[in-house]
């Protein structure tokens, strides 16, 4: 078996000189001058019968990639077993508790800090990771208090939604392995994707996985549109990526001088 697309930043050969990634030594890295460091945050669950299990790690494993590569930043491995205990029912997912993913996080950060990291941009992929919004919130405070010069910021894959307004068909409702994901994992790796297997809609609120497994809910597994996927449109929306988390950085930094000038 080939090893799929996202395999492929891991080598040296794929990265553009001024990216670091796992594969470079400790002098490329003392040779860096980049303070940046970002972590693309997967899940290992199951995406229905179309999609691998591995899918929120292979998509956002690619759209980090490319951010990465336009802030000339450190690009982490995939962090890919986190909070997928919504999926637990379904063999093949592997889960982390979210308290467990925030101290992953945590050390994570404050590590990077040690090492002269002074920015860790968190990629998450995957809705079920949202007690990440709480951790960051209090660790920027921590740091902050502990006179350390380390931020962390939270990117989310969804952040193309408002613009994805003419390229999908389904702009609501389509939340696990639907037209988005399943348009993503045709441009990155089709030879992955199966033919999605039909089931009802889906018609109660997404927080009802507070309560119900996924599966029991959705019949396959997937919660969305798969069937109104396409290779074209999961380029125009991995092309929108790095615009979308390049503008919101560029917002936080403009917010950040205009409090410093007042
Ligand atoms: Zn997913």
Known sequence: MR???????????????LMLTMFHTRNDFEAHSSVTAVLPIGAIEQHGSHLPVGTDTIIVGELAHRLAERLD??????????????????????????????????????????????????????????????TIRQLNRDFED??????VILITTGIVNKRTVGIVQHTEGDIHGGEK???????????HVKKPVQQPPTAVPQDFLDYFDAVDLTGDGYWGFPEAASKEKGRLIADLFADC??????????VRKSLKTE
């Open 245 to 254: 988390a390049v503008d919101y950085l560029d917002q936080i930094e403009r």
């Open 146 to 151: 502990a006179g350390h010069a380390m931020e």
């Open 3 to 17: 090893p799929p697309e996202s395999a492929r930043h891991y080598t040296l050969k794929g990265c553009p000189p």
């Open 73 to 134: 930043a450190y690009l982490l491995p995939t962090l890919s077993i986190t909070a997928s205990i919504e999926h637990r029912k379904s063999k093949g997912t592997v889960y982390l508790k979210a308290d467990t993913l925030a101290l992953v996080i945590r050390d994570i950060a404050d590590s990077l800090r040690v090492t002269g990291y002074r920015k860790l941009i968190l990629v998450n992929g995957h809705g079920g990771n949202w007690i990440l919004k709480p």
């Open 181 to 191: 994901e399943t348009s993503l994992m045709l441009h990155f790796c089709e030879e």
